[in-house]
């Protein structure tokens, strides 16, 4: 059974780039929630996905946004990369009636320079 | 605002000794969540606390849930080398979708031989 999936594993991008990340769902898990954690942080809630859509938002700006297709699977993409984007960005799949229980990927580590 | 303070910062101790780190907030959280995160992965879910003055135990793990569901503590016995990482707290956030959780800054415990 395939746990939580995420590409690529290492990312360097320059001030002012995009990024793109994405993340495959464990096996039979529908709802798809980002993280982003800074050096010596906990990780913080970007938003979720389900059903395709935008279920719930954290604290961060218009700059990242998302998708989730029809197989679940999910992407985050950050637009106009500042320094401080640097981070590990974890994508942790849950059944949407899961009681907060999330399973999470090994997480994309993004370094901007 | 909702927030998890994670004591101590930094352990490090000797294979056999006994540990306990902190989880506390002045805000009330249904549930509780600890993970253990190694370097380059992401957190696994430890245990989910529900219930105020609840203990749990995973093998020389014992996890504890505040009566005022307020606090945790993680107590490690006889640590092991194995049991070196990061150790973060969780709870979800009001208001927020089950996937909305708030983490703590983590405790990251070193256990040497």
């Known amino acids: 059974d395939a746990g939580v999936t995420q590409s690529p594993t290492h990312l360097i991008k320059t001030r002012g780039q995009q990024v793109t990340l994405r993340c495959s769902p464990k096996?039979?898990?529908?709802?798809v929630s980002w993280y982003q954690q800074a050096l010596g942080q906990g990780p913080q809630f970007i938003f979720q996905?389900?059903?395709?859509?935008?279920?719930q938002r954290g604290n961060f700006p218009d700059r990242f946004s998302g998708h989730q297709f029809p197989n679940y699977s999910s992407e985050l993409n950050v637009n106009a990369l500042l320094l401080g984007d640097s981070a590990l960005y974890l994508c942790a799949s849950s059944l949407s009636d899961s009681s907060y229980e999330q399973y999470f990927g090994p997480g994309t580590r993004l370094t901007v320079t | 605002t909702q927030l998890l303070e994670q004591s101590p910062q930094f352990l490090s101790i000797q294979e056999g000794e006994n540990l306990t780190v902190y989880c506390n907030s002045s805000?009330?959280?249904?549930?509780l969540q600890w993970y253990r995160q190694e370097p380059g992965e992401g957190p696994v879910l430890l245990v989910t606390?529900?219930?105020?003055?609840e203990v749990k135990k995973l093998k020389r793990l014992t996890f504890q849930f505040g009566d005022a569901r307020k606090d945790s503590s993680l107590h490690i016995t006889a640590a092991q080398t194995g049991d070196t990482g990061l150790y973060l707290c969780a709870g979800p956030n009001y208001g927020g979708s089950q996937g909305n959780l708030i983490f703590g800054k983590g405790t990251k415990l070193s256990v040497k031989p």
């Open positions: 996905y389900y059903e395709e859509e935008e279920r």
């Open positions: 805000s009330v959280f249904s549930s």
């Open positions: 096996s039979g898990h529908d709802t």
């Open positions: 606390v529900v219930t105020g003055g």
